[in-house]
């Protein structure tokens, strides 16, 4: 069973920085595809970005465009979202999620690829 633990959400202005950690235990992290989606409220989960077993990393651009940065430290059984440059609209509750399948060699950016979720962390940008 795996389980994953994000950390780091909170309020921050237009303009600033913040940095997501999720932390996985009870698998094999080095093999998973990772995840990152964003709810906000009355909206579908959306896809954020994700960073594969093997480090390539795909993202959102329609969303992020270059401000966001997924990484992932296999030692530290850890994956990341560099957020920069915040916006209002970035306002939801963020999730990590796992593809424990793997290693498998794609991007999966739909969110029934995942079979891991974290609880969620609250990300808030005023304006």
């Known amino acids: 069973q795996v389980q994953l633990v994000e950390s780091g959400g909170g309020l921050v202005q237009a303009g600033g920085s913040l940095r997501l950690s999720c932390a996985a235990s009870g698998g094999t992290f080095s093999t998973y595809n990772m995840g990152w989606f964003r709810q906000a409220p009355g909206k579908e989960r959306e896809f954020v970005a994700t960073?594969?077993?093997?480090?390539?990393?795909?993202y959102n651009e329609d969303s992020v465009k270059g401000r966001f940065t997924i990484s992932r430290d296999n030692a530290k059984n850890t994956m990341y979202l560099h957020m920069n440059s915040l916006k209002p609209e970035d306002t939801a509750v963020y999730y990590c999620?796992?593809?424990?399948?793997?290693?498998?060699?794609?991007?999966?950016?739909?969110?029934?690829?995942?079979?891991?979720w974290g609880q969620g962390t609250q990300v808030t940008v005023s304006s």
């Open positions: 999620a796992a593809d424990s399948r793997g290693p498998r060699s794609y991007f999966p950016v739909a969110a029934r690829n995942y079979d891991y």
């Open positions: 960073i594969i077993w093997s480090g390539g990393s795909f």
